[in-house]
C-alpha cells in the first residue's frame, strides 16, 4: 500500500510565504517524477510544479518565479516553496508521485489527500 500525506497548507496574507511537503511511504521500489497541482471546486486539476527523479523541473507559467519545486530522494519527500503568494494561489493543493512498487513494474500515479492554501487580500 502507498501513500502520500501532504502538510504545511493553511492561511496566509498576500505576500506571505508557505512551505508545502509531501512524504511517501508504504511498498515503494522507486520513484520516477513527482510534482504538484491545484484544484479549485468545479474546475479540473491543474499542474503547479513537477520534477523528475533527477532534479529537472518544470512549473506552470503562473508558479514561475514565484515558487520553487524540491525533493529529497532518500526521505522519499517532495516540496514546495511558495513565495509572494496571492489571492489568486488560493486552492486545495495535491501532491502526486509515479511510483513503482517492484523490480520490473510500469510506474502507477499517486495522489495525496490534498492540503488547503488559502491566501487573504
Known amino acids: 500500500q502507498v501513500q502520500l500525506v501532504e502538510s504545511g497548507g493553511g492561511l496566509v496574507q498576500a505576500g506571505g510565504s508557505l512551505r508545502l511537503s509531501c512524504a511517501a511511504s508504504g511498498s515503494i521500489f522507486s520513484i520516477n517524477d513527482m510534482g504538484w497541482y491545484r484544484q479549485a471546486p468545479g474546475k479540473q486539476r491543474e499542474l503547479v510544479a513537477a520534477?523528475?527523479?533527477?532534479?529537472?523541473?518544470n512549473y506552470a507559467d503562473s508558479a514561475k518565479g514565484r515558487f520553487t519545486i524540491s525533493r529529497d530522494n532518500a526521505k522519499k519527500r517532495v516540496y514546495l516553496e511558495m513565495n509572494s503568494l496571492k489571492p489568486e494561489d488560493t486552492d486545495v493543493y495535491y501532491c502526486n508521485a509515479d511510483i513503482r512498487v517492484g523490480w520490473g513494474t510500469h510506474p502507477s500515479r499517486y495522489w495525496g489527500q490534498g492540503t488547503q492554501v488559502t491566501v487573504s487580500s
Open positions: 520534477i523528475s527523479s533527477g532534479g529537472w523541473a
